[in-house]
Structure formats: structure tokens, C-alpha cells
């Protein structure tokens, strides 16, 4: 008997995702909870698995397909008699869907699709109302999914590109953001040196929610800096004992969510966000911590970091860590921040200017210890010396604000003590 494989709830507001890869082929034996597919969301990357051991006997869509909550990805037959003339049969469905005859299913240049191929491939529920709220002829558009299938992207992609467009190199029309200048049409010798490759989900995302800050807040940017002498010799010295009793490791980022969850307290409109006409407090602190993974950048959510220790806040941020590496990362893991800080330190950045997270006030970013000449007491003296940068939507969070949220977190991570009474 089959078994079906679904899309499972992507979380919080997601109700679609593009399938990124196959793990696994028609054919293939799987054992329960294994993984089958990989699917690529507007926030994570995220495998479904199989729900039953078996033979997977169909692939009901292609790479690069966009699906919605509870379509249909494959069939298993449970146990080990699934069907031999199946396991045969749709592999080679698989591969034309990995590669797809072009001759076959793209029409020329001077001729329209043929209605017959539409009728063939009845519209997604997803696609047919792009198609109705757009008002497009989907006949018009070629489809790049499973035997020509149109797919949401290729609806996407025609709505981008521009009514007259060029043609490239390769003799493919490029897609075109509203707002892009045409791309000039490169020489010969640079445009076989060329690689056109279409952006994830993810990072089409990233790309629409930072432009979004920049046009819709009155974003500035703030800068302190703080000696971190006493935070670093703190960590030298129980960090062995710590790590031991908690086992987890003793990093700095949970000392900054500590330190900002404090800060936040006292200023509030750094925690609060813009809904139409109103100012929503909020009396909670989800704080979101950056993560860079090779498909781009998530912000996963400590929530309620108000309530946690300092063991917890580091347990939960090395969990996150590892998740996100191994692309475990959940849609709901993401939700509900409410502030965000990150560190581009990591990666050896001495100041950078960091970029809201929609519908988020505030962001503090922070960078690479470097030992600098700094006067204490008039004296020069050497310290291991961090910048700080507050970013944040002048709309509601005004200067005095910013700067006071910022000095306080300078206080509290250079004098830590403070951190363990709440002063």
C-alpha cells in the first residue's frame, strides 16, 4: 500500500516552498524518518522525511518546483514489496525532470505554446492564482517544471522580465527585478566566462526584506565602543569550571543578550515596533541572534531570554549553531523576535552599519576584538577594545535613546558584575 509524502506546515506565515533537492531517487529503500526531500522556504531549509520504511515508487514533482502546504511530493510503498515495475518505471520520469528535453518543451521564438500542452498540465492551485490576480495568459509562459509543467517561479520570472527584452549570450531572456536597469549585453569572450545561476528562495528573500528596511524605516546608525578587559578576563577565569558543570561552552554572545536584554528594560521603543499608526511595547524579549550558513544568513530566536540564565541563553545559542550548519533549522525557530543582535566579529569585521529586521526597531551588531592605544586615567595604556553599532528606526526611537541603549550595554559588558545583580 503507498504511502503518501506531503508538505509539511512550514511555520509562521510560510505557506509555500521550492524544492531544493532530492536525497533520495524512485526506486530507492528508505527507512522510516529518513530523509527523502529537501525544501528550501522564504526563512530556512528544512528536510521532510519518509513517514513509513519502504521503496519509494513516485516523485510527483521536480527540483525547482514550487509547492504548497499539503501538496503531494511522492508515494512509498511500505514493507518491501513495493512494486518492481514502478521502481523501474519512474526514473526515468526523475531524470526528465532533472534535465528537460528544451527542444521538446520550449517553444520557438515566432510561435505561441500550443493550447494543448496547457490543457495537458492542469495549473497548481498557487500558480492559477498568480496567473488570475495578474491577469497572464499562462500559455505565454514556458514552464520549466515536470514534463513543462509552469511553476509559481516561472509566473514570478515572467512578471519580472521586461516586455521587450534583450536577449543574452546564450539566447535567454534574463529575469529583471522592477526596479533594475537593464544588463548590458556582455562581450562574447566575457559572457562564455560568464555563470548565470537563479537565487534561492532564501536569499531572494533576504535580498526583498533588507531593501524593505532601507525604503520603508529611517534607519541610523549609532557607534560606541567597549573595553572588553574585564568580560574577557571573567571568561578566563571560570570558563574551564563553567563549561564542566553546564557543558556548554562559555562564548561572549550570551553575556551581550544578558547585557541587551537589561539595556532593553530601560528603553523600551528599542524593543517595540510600528503597526499603521501605532507603537507596539512589548514586554518580552525575543532576542534574535544572526547566524551565517552557506545558504545565507537566519536569524534564530532565544525566546523569552528575559527569564534564562546564562548557561541557558549559551545552550541555546550553540544549539542553534549546530542546527543551522546542519540546516535543522526550524521556520518556527525564526519567529517572534524582537530585537537582534550580530556579529560580524566572527568573520574579522571592525565596524559595519547592520540592517534592521523588518518589523524589528533594532539591531546591535558587534565586531572584532582588536588591541588598541586607549587612555585610562590619563595614561595610554593597550586594551582589547570591540566597536558597537545600534542600528535603529528613527520613527520612533530618538537619538537620546539610541545612545543611552548603547552606553548602557557598554556598562554592563565592561563592568560584568553588573550583569549578575541588575544594575
Not at 498557487?126 to 513543462?148: M, W
Request: no cysteine; aromatic share 4%; hydrophobic share 45%.
Amino acid at each position: 500500500m503507498a504511502t503518501d509524502i506531503i508538505v509539511p506546515t512550514l511555520g509562521e506565515s510560510v505557506s509555500d516552498a521550492t524544492i531544493a533537492r532530492w536525497i533520495k531517487k524512485a526506486g530507492d529503500v528508505v527507512a522510516a524518518d529518513e530523509p527523502v526531500v529537501e525544501l528550501e522556504t522564504d526563512k530556512v531549509t528544512l528536510e521532510v522525511p519518509s513517514p513509513v520504511a519502504g521503496k519509494l515508487s513516485e516523485l510527483v514533482v521536480a527540483e525547482g518546483d514550487t509547492v504548497e502546504v499539503g501538496a503531494l511530493l511522492a508515494r512509498v510503498e511500505a514493507g518491501k514489496g513495493a512494486s518492481t515495475a514502478a521502481s523501474k518505471a519512474e526514473p526515468a520520469k526523475v531524470e526528465r525532470a532533472k534535465a528537460p528535453d528544451v527542444k521538446a518543451e520550449v517553444a520557438p521564438a515566432d510561435e505561441a505554446p500550443t493550447a494543448s500542452k496547457a490543457e495537458a498540465h492542469p495549473l497548481s492551485p498557487a500558480v492559477r492564482r498568480l496567473v488570475e490576480e495578474n491577469n497572464l495568459n499562462p500559455a505565454s509562459i514556458t514552464g520549466t517544471g515536470v514534463d513543462g509543467r509552469l511553476t509559481k517561479a516561472d509566473v514570478l520570472a515572467a512578471m519580472k522580465a521586461p516586455a521587450t527584452p534583450a536577449a543574452s549570450a546564450s539566447g535567454q531572456v534574463p529575469s529583471q527585478s522592477p526596479n533594475q536597469s537593464p544588463r548590458q549585453t556582455p562581450r562574447d569572450i566575457d559572457a562564455a566566462r560568464e555563470e548565470r545561476v537563479p537565487m534561492s528562495k532564501l536569499r531572494r528573500v533576504i535580498a526583498s526584506r533588507l531593501k524593505e528596511a532601507q525604503n520603508n524605516a529611517a534607519m541610523l546608525t549609532t557607534f560606541n565602543e567597549v573595553d572588553m578587559t574585564e568580560l574577557m578576563a571573567l571568561r578566563a577565569s571560570y570558563r574551564t569550571e563553567f563549561e564542566n558543570i553546564h557543558q556548554v561552552r562559555l562564548g561572549f554572545m550570551g553575556m551581550f543578550v544578558q547585557a541587551s536584554v537589561l539595556a532593553l528594560r530601560e528603553f523600551p521603543a528599542v524593543n517595540a515596533e510600528i503597526d499603521g499608526n501605532d507603537i507596539i511595547y512589548k514586554n518580552y524579549y525575543n532576542i534574535g541572534v544572526a547566524v551565517g550558513t552557506p545558504q545565507g544568513l537566519v536569524v534564530p530566536v532565544i525566546k523569552g531570554a528575559e527569564a534564562m540564565n546564562l548557561a541557558e541563553v549559551e545552550r541555546t545559542i550553540g544549539d542553534f549553531g549546530m542546527r543551522a550548519r546542519d540546516g535543522k533549522i526550524a521556520p518556527d525557530d525564526m519567529a517572534g523576535g524582537t530585537f537582534t543582535i550580530s556579529n560580524g566579529g566572527v568573520y574579522g569585521s571592525l565596524m559595519s552599519t547592520p540592517i534592521l529586521n523588518p518589523p524589528q526597531s533594532g539591531i546591535l551588531g558587534m565586531h572584532k576584538i582588536e588591541k588598541r592605544a586607549v587612555v585610562v586615567d590619563d595614561a595610554i595604556v593597550i586594551r582589547p577594545m570591540m566597536y558597537l553599532a545600534l542600528s535603529y528606526d528613527h520613527r520612533i526611537i530618538d537619538g537620546r535613546e539610541a545612545v543611552s541603549f548603547l552606553a548602557r550595554v557598554k556598562d554592563l559588558v565592561e563592568d560584568p558584575r553588573r550583569l549578575l545583580i541588575g544594575v
